[in-house]
Each structure stands twice: as C-alpha cells, then as structure tokens.
C-alpha cells in the first residue's frame, strides 16, 4: 500500500510520547514537541490573527505560564473582577515570589493611571467579565500604559475570536480558556495563549516545555473539532441569547439583565435573595454547572459558587450579590430554554 494513498481530511491524532530521531539532538519528545498540539496551535494562531499560538491542558496553565513571565520585585494590576483562578494564583502563589498586585476598576481610566506605577510590568484584564459581563475596551487601556513597557494580557475567553481579538487593539498577550466556547462540548480542559512578538513567544515557549503543563493528543484533536464549528455555534448561540434576555427583561420576577449583546452569556438579577437559590433548584433541563461555553446550556450562582477576594460593600457596588444568576446559553431550541425558565420563576 502506497504511503500517501490516504489524505486524512481530519488531523490524526499522533499519540507517541517520544518520537526516533535520525540524529542525536534532534527535538523528538512529546512534552516539547507533538504533531497534533503543534497543528492546533497552528489553528489557533489564525483564528485570534496572532503570529504565535501555544497551547497549555487548562486555562490556569496557560495564565500561569504568563505569570512566569514576572520577576521578584514586579507589580500586576488587575481589573477587579477577574476569573478566580487568576486571584489564586496572584495571592497564594506569586506573593510568595516577591511579585505583588493590586485589584482596580479597568473602567475608570484615571484610577488605572494612578495606580500604574515604575515596577507595574502587568495588566491583566477580561474583555467580557466574569460574572457581570461588563465590556472592557482594550484600545482605551492600552492609551493608559502605551510606551511604558506593560505587558497587557486580555482574557478574551468569553468573547471569543468570533467577536473580538485584542491583539489588534493593542494588547500584548491573548489568553483563551479553551475549555469554553472554542472547544465548546464539555468534554475538555485545555488554555492556550496568543501573541505577535517573536521574543516573548520563544520566552513562553521555553515556559510552557518546562513547566509541562501541556494538552493531550486527544485533547488537541478535540479543541481542533471545536473550532470548526466555533463561529457557526457562536451565531447559534448569539441568536438564542438575545431572545433570552429579552424574555428576561420583560419578566416580573427579574429585576436586571446584564448582556452585552453577543456571545452566549446573560447574567440577571432575581428578585427578592431568597428566590434566586430557589429558582436555580427549579430548573429542569437547564442545568447548574460551574463551567460554561458548551451545547448544553447551563446555570450558576456567583456567590455560592465562587470565590471572591473582595470588600462585601464592593461586591454589591458591582452587583456580584446572592440575587446574581449566570446563564450560558447551550444548542437547544430557544423555545426549550424559556419554556424550562418560565416554569422555573413561577
């Protein structure tokens, strides 16, 4: 049989741990180099339009990964409401390495001014918050630290590549759980990081081989399916959502809807704390999840399912309160979703 008789439509997936070489020094062990994370990375460079994509097995691999960019001594600022995971790793992990951080409102531009100071070497923002899901203009922060040598790294996970790539509005580092929307079948842990300078990709590169924190072959091959179908399933999913939070809006039992318009994300307001847990119990096919982004949509609740590092009386200026429901609308017929959320609220 002819070696190259089939052409696989779909990249194989190359599950070998190490790999011959045809001569001692030749790069040939999984962890550094694999033919289906280095196809994948490929993908994903093109999809955020970035010239470097690397790929990590989780979301917090891929921030650490970034972290491990700072030195003793340096400061992060990061918007105030920020994923979780990222917190824990400020406060519990790099504290310990002298790399210290303060937590500022991204929207208000002269605070964020104020606060940037001579050892600030990192920003570090969600373009779509969590759980809010306010918008933060990229091109607006980016004015604050412009020619000051800040590395500023945006999670654009929520908005996804479809609706949003930062790196053309001026930010320095993408980062992507790809355990959201890109895969998007709740069947995969994988992060990943994009970027356009040469010298902090091959800085993060070295990073991500020697921390080891990278995906199966399997898990590439899945994220690969996911982004095929990523922009269909986001206009889906977009479509569904605006219909959603319009029922929402006009519900009597709802106090306020929080979406920005795209994506698949709709966090709303009950009335009355006493009814939220009690509404979220009465889902019947929506289900209480923490993560979100996948076929099936999904709900959860801020404030008994995450953590949060601050002031209570700033939590409630944010909104982030026991009446707070998040929704990540899935594939199913928007008439399926409403109809199991009506039932729900009464």
Not at 111 to 134: D, S, V, Y
Not at 238 to 247: D, G, N, P, Q, Y
Not at 269 to 286: A, D, P, R, S
Request: glycine letters at 6%; a positive charge.
């Amino acid at each position: 049989m002819e070696n190259n008789k089939f052409q696989p439509i779909v990249s194989p997936i190359i599950c070998s741990a190490t790999f011959s070489q045809k001569t001692p020094g030749q790069s040939g062990y999984g962890r550094v180099d694999n033919p289906s994370r280095l196809h994948l990375e490929k993908k994903l460079a093109i999809l955020e339009k970035a010239k470097f994509a690397l790929a990590f097995s989780s979301g917090s691999a891929a921030i650490t990964d970034i972290l491990c960019l700072l030195r003793s001594g340096d400061h992060v600022l990061c918007h105030w409401e920020v994923y979780e995971g990222t917190l824990r790793l400020l406060q519990q992990v790099f504290i310990k390495f002298n790399i210290s951080f303060e937590l500022v409102d991204f929207k208000n531009l002269e605070k964020l001014k104020k606060a940037t100071r001579k050892e600030t070497k990192m920003l570090w923002f969600e373009n779509m918050t969590n759980p809010t899901l306010q918008l933060i203009d990229t091109k607006k922060i980016n004015t604050v630290v412009k020619n000051k040598n800040i590395i500023v790294v945006v999670d654009n996970t929520f908005c996804t590549p479809v609706f949003a790539n930062p790196l053309e509005s001026g930010a320095t580092i993408v980062a992507h759980s790809l355990t959201k929307f890109i895969n998007g079948h709740h069947d995969v842990l994988a992060g990943a990081i994009m970027l356009n300078n040469k010298q902090l990709f091959k800085k993060l590169n070295f990073l991500q081989h020697t921390i080891g924190a990278v995906p199966s072959a399997f898990d590439c091959f899945l994220v690969e399916r996911g982004i095929e179908t990523l922009e269909i399933r986001m206009e889906k999913i977009t479509a569904s959502s605006k219909l959603i939070a319009e029922f929402l809006s006009k519900h009597p039992k709802i106090d306020k809807v929080s979406f920005p318009g795209f994506s698949g994300l709709i966090s709303f307001w009950i009335k009355g704390t006493k009814n939220t847990l009690k509404v979220i119990n009465n889902f019947k096919k929506i289900k209480i999840a923490h993560s979100l982004g996948g076929t099936v949509t999904t709900v959860m609740h801020p404030q008994s399912m995450m953590s949060f590092s601050l002031a209570k009386e700033v939590l409630a200026h944010m909104g982030i309160n026991g009446n707070l429901i998040r929704m990540s609308v899935g594939l199913e017929s928007v008439e399926e979703i409403v109809k199991d959320i009506k039932q729900a609220l009464i």
